[in-house]
């Protein structure tokens, strides 16, 4: 039988590997490391709008494994989400309510609220009790005005006018308590975003490399990703290097004759080589 | 005669081989209000009857012509309540897809996956089929594309399609005034003439729905304002 409203599956979530899991670190098991987006992810609201940022290191431990990830995800045309925590987590969990999002927009023709995309969010994640690691600050500009909130791993929200996560974001949160104010215009807030996760990225390991920017207007959305490269890769040579005869000290000189014979049959190629010179360099 | 026998259960084949409730189906589609679609070279163009029950009826309120996603839209002949269900469905697919290939769905596997919804209340216990024919109109890399899918579950590519009330007059309208190499504002307006063929009344822009998609493969409905001014060239 087909259903009319989509009903929850029964039962919810499954907790057996998660008291799989226990068991294992009970034994002394280590966790295999995760990717995780280590992250300084901000945002704050001006005059006209929100400015979101966030920077573009995804770690797997100590190592750096992504050196210019995005950050920033598109939930609507007027709401964008930047995502710290384990990033699979943070990009599915994205991409999910944006696919309801817009399903909602069809439904009912307007154009998407942010309040709607937070609750999506947060009912998502508090089923989840934690275990999807998606912490977000979320930050659009709808009908009812701008909005900025952050999302936690465990489903509760926080509605504020400036938001840092992530590993970055006490020293993201120092230059916001320091320099924020009320009424900024739009290139003072892209400046203190950008200061702020730079900030983040020179003081935090988990952060690095560059800064990603989102400006939400009523009606434009600017996404300036790589807005500040204050890391730029510093390259060996474009030339190239050039072995000149004799860097390498020759051994031995051996000249040896190869024969090559081409026989053409219907169904197979065969050859060997004919002619060559090979010089062993040992 | 022996057919009628046959004719309340949907799951029970006729003697003559055929699913009475199928063809029951395709009567109400028969009986709906005349829509059509004509593809041109650089787009499609679908257009239906709004006729509303009454004057009283707020016109704003109803929206025949909807979006599947923004370069597929679907008009219905028949039931609008049916299409509303198969549309919300579609909706969803495009999104799944979307979400599995990261990819926008391409129209022939969109009609093919509404197709199968339609066939699947033609083949289970407890269900009757769905009494809309749908014509599917999109853009995508292989062009402008306009597809029917009949309540049976089987769909066709048509370069030009009516259904509902006044079919044969539509088709064989289409099928004199049809050209290969028509654009996108020969084809709106040929779809004006062929709705005011068997059109009741005075047409206007209140009282028919159009829906165009372009080589900006955004699929639009026009507002009313935008029809009258149609109308008034095609005069």
Redesign the interface.
Known sequence: ??K?TDLPTKGGFSFDLCTRNQMLLDKGVQMPPFRKTGTTIVGLVFQDGVVLGADTRATEGPIVADKNCEKIHFMAPNIYCCGAGTAADTEAVT??VS?QL??HR??TGRESRVVTALTLLKSHLFSYQGHVSAALVLGGVDVTGPHLHTVYPHGSTDTLPFATMGSGSLAAMSVFESKYREGLTREEGIELVAEAICAGIFNDLGSGSNVDVCVITKGQTEYLRNYQLPNPRTYISSKGYSFVKGQTAVVVTKLVHVEAIFQLRVDEWQYRINWGLVQCLC | MGDSQYSFSLTTFSPSGKLVQIEHALMAVGSGQTSLGIKATNGVVVATEKKLPSILVDETSVQKI???TPNIGVVYSGMGPDSR?LV?KS??QA??Y??LYKETIPVTQLVRETAAVMQ??TQ?G??RPFGVSLLIAGYDDNGPQLYQVDPSGSYFSWKASAMGKNVSNAKTFLEKRYTEDMELEDAIHTAILTLKEGFEGQISGKNIEIGIIGTDRQFRVLSSSEIDDYLAEVE
């Open positions: 039988m087909v009319m991409d999910m696919s817009q399903l069809y439904a | 909807q979006l599947v269900v919300r909706r969803k999104q799944q979307f979400r699947e209340f289970s407890g269900v």
